[in-house]
């Protein structure tokens, strides 16, 4: 069983900056392929944020955040970390971390329900 704990969020101002960290216990974290995924409002769908693969790191964006978001992996520290730059208020939402086990051959997704083990998530919201 893994478990994930997302911290980072808070209130921001348009046009700063925040870091999100996804901290991960319980599982192999070098195999194990993490997503980050906003919701907003409740109930709405998950909108794919950012992913990076458990080899090699390679990474996939969500298309409305291309360009001002990277994501990255430490293993020695069983955590991934995502920063967002030039925030709008349209990135407001809970922002939730989650993770699948990584496979040879098996691509990186950025479908919701390919991934099994999800965080709380943190709130993030930003004010024009």
């Known amino acids: 069983q893994v478990h994930l704990v997302e911290s980072g969020g808070g209130l921001m101002q348009a046009g700063g900056s925040l870091t999100l960290s996804c901290s991960a216990s319980?599982?192999?974290?070098?195999?194990?392929?993490i997503g980050w995924f906003r919701q907003a409002p409740p109930g709405k769908e998950r909108e794919f944020v950012a992913a990076v693969n458990w080899n090699r790191g390679g990474v996939r964006y969500g298309d409305s955040v291309t360009g001002r978001v990277t994501i990255s992996r430490d293993n020695a520290k069983n955590t991934v970390r995502l920063q967002m730059i030039d925030l709008k208020p349209g990135d407001t939402g809970v922002y939730y971390c989650a993770s699948y086990r990584g496979a040879w051959g098996r691509p990186l997704t950025i479908i919701p329900e390919d991934y099994v083990y999800w965080g709380q998530g943190t709130q993030v919201t930003v004010s024009s």
């Open positions: 319980g599982g192999a974290f070098e195999r194990l392929n």
